[in-house]
C-alpha cells in the first residue's frame, strides 16, 4: 500500500510541473489588461481529457499544446482563424495575407491558396467533401444606394464564398444583394459613424453587417423532422454588427430563419455576438444552436446561449458576472460527456465547464512577447486521430 501511495505522489507531482514557457497550466489569479474582472481560484482536474484531446492555440504564433500544456508544434503564421487538418498542415485566415485563403505546412510554408477579389476574415469551414466556406469582404458596388451622403467605397459588404481545393466554386453570396429588402433592416450610412471609423486602427470603412462566423449545417433532427430551413447544406452566418444570426437556403440563397434574441432578454439584448454554430449530431444537445454574446458595451459580462432553434428558447448558458468576460471574439465546443470547452479570446485562456457551470479545466496563455494576451478561438482536437500530428 505504501509503495502505491509513493507512485500515486510522483505521478501527482510529475503532471502538476507539466508546463512550458507558453503556457501557465494553473494560475488562478491571472489578470488581463483587457479584463475589469479577476479570475479566482479554480479546481483544476488533472488529466482531463488529456489522452483524448489536443488544443490549439493562435496569436502571433500558431502552437499546439496537449491538456497539460505541453507544447508539440509550433507555425509561424499570424492568423484570425486556424483548423489543424488530417495532414497536419494548417487552414489558415491569414493577418498578413488577407486576400486568400491558406494552407500552410509546419515550416509555415504555403502550400495551397485560393486567391479572392478581396479581404478574407474571420472564419471558414471545411466539410467532409473537402469544400471549403468563408467570407470576404470589398467596397460596396457602384450601383448600390446609399443614404445621408456616404459614398460607396466608404462601405464594406461582404461574400461568403464555397469553393473546393480544384479552385471550382459552387457558392457565391453577397449581401449587398439582399439588404435591406429580404433581412428588414435599412442600409445606413451615418457620416459621424463614418468619421469615427476613418480613425479605427482595423479598418477605415464602415462594416454595417460584420459576419465572423460560418457553420455549414449536417444531418440534424429538425430536418429530419420536416423543418426544411435546417436542410443540410444551409449555412448559420452570425452577424456581429446587426447583433444577429441568420439561415441561409444554399439552393434559394434566401434567409429561412433569423434569430436576434428578442424572444429570450433575461440577460438584456445581445450586445455583441461570436460563434453561433449547431450542436453537432451525436453530442449531447445535438440540434440545438450555441453563440456567445459577449456583453462587450452595456453589460459588461459574458454569456455562452444554447437555445432551441425551434422554440427559440434557452435550454442551457453559462455565466459569471464579475468573473467571465471576454470582450470580443471568443468560440465553444460541446464535447462527448456534455461539457463545454470556451475560448476567452481577450483574455487568452480556455477553460471546460460542465452543465452546473463548474470549471473543471483552465489554463492561461503566457506570450511573452504580446502585452495583452489573446487566443484565436482555440480548439479541441482528437488525440487518438491526430496522433501522427505529434
Not at 480544384?166 to 435599412?186: A, G, I
Not at 460541446?334 to 463548474?358: A, H, M
Request: charged content about 25%; hydrophobic content about 35%; some cysteine.
Amino acid at each position: 500500500m505504501r509503495i502505491w501511495f509513493i507512485v500515486l505522489c510522483s505521478f501527482v507531482f510529475v503532471a502538476c510541473s507539466q508546463k512550458t514557457e507558453f503556457v501557465e497550466a494553473h494560475n488562478p489569479n491571472k489578470n488581463s489588461s483587457n479584463a475589469n474582472h479577476t479570475l479566482k481560484k479554480y479546481e483544476n482536474i488533472w488529466g482531463y481529457h488529456s489522452e483524448e484531446y489536443l488544443l490549439l492555440y493562435g496569436n502571433r504564433e500558431v502552437y499546439l499544446f496537449d491538456m497539460f500544456g505541453n507544447k508539440y508544434r509550433e507555425w509561424k503564421t499570424n492568423i484570425k482563424r486556424a483548423q489543424l487538418l488530417k495532414n497536419c498542415n494548417l487552414m489558415v485566415v491569414d493577418n498578413n495575407q488577407k486576400n486568400f485563403l491558406a494552407e500552410k505546412n509546419y515550416n509555415g510554408e504555403i502550400v495551397w491558396s485560393h486567391e479572392i477579389p478581396g479581404f478574407t476574415h474571420h472564419d471558414f469551414e471545411i466539410t467532409d467533401d473537402g469544400h471549403i466556406t468563408f467570407f470576404y469582404n470589398r467596397p460596396m458596388p457602384k450601383d448600390f444606394k446609399l443614404t445621408n451622403g456616404c459614398q460607396h467605397e466608404d462601405i464594406l459588404t461582404d461574400i461568403i464564398m464555397e469553393v473546393d481545393k480544384d479552385h471550382q466554386e459552387y457558392l457565391k453570396w453577397d449581401f449587398s444583394d439582399y439588404f435591406p429588402t429580404v433581412l428588414n433592416r435599412p442600409y445606413i450610412c451615418n457620416a459621424a459613424a463614418l468619421n469615427r471609423q476613418k480613425k479605427s486602427k482595423f479598418s477605415k470603412m464602415i462594416d454595417p453587417i460584420h459576419p465572423n462566423s460560418v457553420d455549414v449545417l449536417q444531418d440534424n433532427k429538425w430536418w429530419r423532422r420536416g423543418f426544411q430551413e435546417f436542410k443540410p447544406g444551409n449555412l448559420i452566418i452570425t452577424m456581429h454588427h446587426l447583433n444577429a444570426f441568420m439561415i441561409i437556403d444554399k439552393e434559394t440563397k434566401l434567409p429561412v430563419w433569423y434569430y436576434d434574441g428578442l424572444q429570450d432578454q433575461e440577460d438584456g439584448l445581445i450586445d455583441g455576438i461570436h460563434e453561433a454554430k449547431m450542436i453537432a449530431k451525436g453530442l449531447p444537445g445535438a440540434g440545438n444552436i450555441i453563440f456567445i454574446d459577449n456583453g462587450k458595451h452595456h453589460r459588461k459580462y459574458t454569456v455562452v446561449k444554447e437555445i432551441n432553434p425551434i422554440s427559440k428558447e434557452t435550454v442551457w448558458s453559462y455565466k459569471k458576472p464579475g468573473e467571465f468576460f471576454t470582450e470580443f471574439a471568443g468560440s465553444w465546443q460541446r464535447l462527448k460527456n456534455g461539457d463545454t470547452f470556451i475560448s476567452d479570446d481577450s483574455n487568452g485562456r480556455v477553460f471546460v465547464v460542465d452543465k452546473k457551470g463548474n470549471i473543471k479545466f483552465q489554463f492561461v496563455a503566457q506570450f511573452p512577447d504580446e502585452v495583452e494576451p489573446w487566443v484565436k478561438r482555440a480548439r479541441l482536437y482528437s488525440k487518438k486521430e491526430f496522433a501522427q500530428c505529434l
